[in-house]
């Protein structure tokens, strides 16, 4: 065997070893992966399922204080949704959940004083628009609007205008379902 043979001999080992190195450190990694991905739980607040009462889903999306957030979380429905929404929307621009709105929104609850944006800027969109003091009425009256296969959705798309950060809000929001449900038994 001559040197060139040789040289070429070595070249395809070394390349096939870190071919094989590379593969099994890929393995690795997706198994790292997988497990990591099956260890997580779901984000606390974020679509997060509540429970189902008379045929409709509830569902916690209070960490969505954003127009993206809660963008993002329209993007996922198909079902019409009673839309619970509010807080301090004094320089939220909400129009780019317009689309969304047409869409999915059969009716919207604004909860707290401080939502004439919010009104105003679906108020051609939404056929029906109520106002809840707090988020207990808010599920009260979704729950009197929703039909079978609807989903009553919490999603704030903007900061409190209490003192209270999105856990409290999810908290309370859930602790309302929770008692529809208990009130209701299936």
Not at 133 to 146: H, K, L
Request: net charge negative.
């Amino acid at each position: 065997m001559n040197y060139l043979e040789t040289l070429t001999n070595t070249r395809q080992r070394s390349r096939s070893m870190a071919s094989g190195i590379s593969s099994m450190i890929l393995e690795i990694r997706k198994e790292s992966i997988k497990q990591s991905l099956g260890d997580m739980e779901t984000m606390r607040h974020r679509q997060d399922y509540v429970a189902t009462v008379d045929g409709v889903m509830y569902y916690d999306d209070s960490k969505a204080e954003s127009v993206n957030a809660t963008w993002f979380t329209f993007e996922n429905i198909v079902n019409p949704v009673i839309w619970i929404a509010g807080g301090n929307d004094k320089e939220t621009d909400f129009s780019d959940l317009k689309p969304s709105v047409r869409k999915n929104v059969r009716a919207l609850i604004c909860i707290g004083p401080n939502n004439h944006n919010l009104r105003e800027t679906f108020k051609a969109d939404i056929k029906e628009i109520q106002q809840a003091d707090t988020i207990e009425t808010a599920v009260e009256m979704a729950s009197q609007m929703a039909q079978e296969d609807d989903i009553v959705l919490f999603s704030p798309a903007c900061r409190s205008d209490r003192a209270e950060d999105f856990e409290a809000r999810g908290n309370r929001f859930i602790a309302s379902v929770k008692e529809l449900e208990n009130e209701r038994p299936q």
